[in-house]
């Protein structure tokens, strides 16, 4: 099946700190989604990306869908105690319908006080 | 709050036994997925459902079966339970389940732990 490596792994930042993740893959996709997990709780949509080179915001939160669509970036800025979580990128390679969703393994946000 | 509900939050078996997760999507959807979630795997899609109908299968093991019933609710069985079966198992719906605009809304999640 399709992978996604997904880095980093885990950040410790200060509050009021930039964030810049990604998630690259060997496969075409055809859209990219970012998802934050809080603790105790499902996965939640925070953006999706359909062309390749799009660029979305929503709040601080900026992502990309890459040109060559084989990856994707997700930035942060000015993080609050709130951004803590984990953070997954998704892409979808089929021409539709959410089995065709892979999932990266996520990266850990913890803001030090 | 998604509007997907899931029960139990957490369920504590021991191995070679049987459990049933539970899922009500959010009102209105029809498509409902199962995904497995564990600290090496990340989140993997089991199986979904639309109106009753098997739609997907993903990395579900034969002990492992999910249906959908007519009221859209949907259960998933684990089976001949191993200590490897425990981690968080989501639910997650969305209206139809198809295109690639398609929203999946999940669930908080059912912890087991199998010992």
């Known amino acids: 099946g399709q992978q996604l490596n997904q880095s980093p792994q885990s950040m410790f930042i200060q509050e009021g700190e930039d964030v810049s993740m990604n998630c690259t893959s060997s496969?075409?996709?055809?859209?990219w989604l970012w998802y934050k997990q809080d603790p105790g709780e499902g996965p939640v949509l925070l953006i999706a990306?359909?062309?390749?080179?799009e660029l979305t915001s929503n709040g601080r939160l900026t992502a990309q869908f890459g040109i060559t669509r084989k990856d994707s970036f997700l930035n942060i800025s000015a993080s609050i105690p709130s951004d803590v979580g984990i953070y997954f990128c998704?892409?979808?390679?089929?021409?539709?319908?959410?089995?065709?969703?892979?999932f990266g393994k996520g990266t850990h946000l913890i803001i030090q006080p | 709050d998604s509007g997907v509900t899931q029960t139990p939050k957490h369920l504590i078996t021991a191995t070679g036994q049987r459990v049933t997760l539970r899922c009500s999507p959010r009102?209105?959807?029809?498509?409902v997925y199962w995904y497995q979630q564990s600290l090496d795997q990340g989140l993997q899609f089991l199986i979904q459902?639309?109106?009753?109908?098997?739609?997907a299968k993903g990395n579900i093991l034969e002990r492992f079966s999910a249906q959908q019933f007519p009221d859209l609710h949907s259960e998933l069985n684990l089976s001949s339970l191993e200590l490897g079966d425990s981690a968080l198992y989501f639910c997650?719906?969305?209206?139809?389940?198809?295109?690639?605009?398609?929203?999946?809304?999940f669930g908080s999640g059912t912890q087991l732990s199998v010992l």
């Open positions: 997650a719906s969305s209206l139809s389940g198809q295109g690639k605009s398609e929203k999946l809304f």
């Open positions: 496969s075409i996709f055809n859209t």
């Open positions: 990306l359909y062309k390749a080179g």
């Open positions: 998704a892409g979808q390679w089929k021409g539709g319908g959410a089995d065709g969703l892979t």
């Open positions: 009102s209105g959807d029809l498509s």
């Open positions: 459902y639309y109106n009753g109908e098997e739609r």
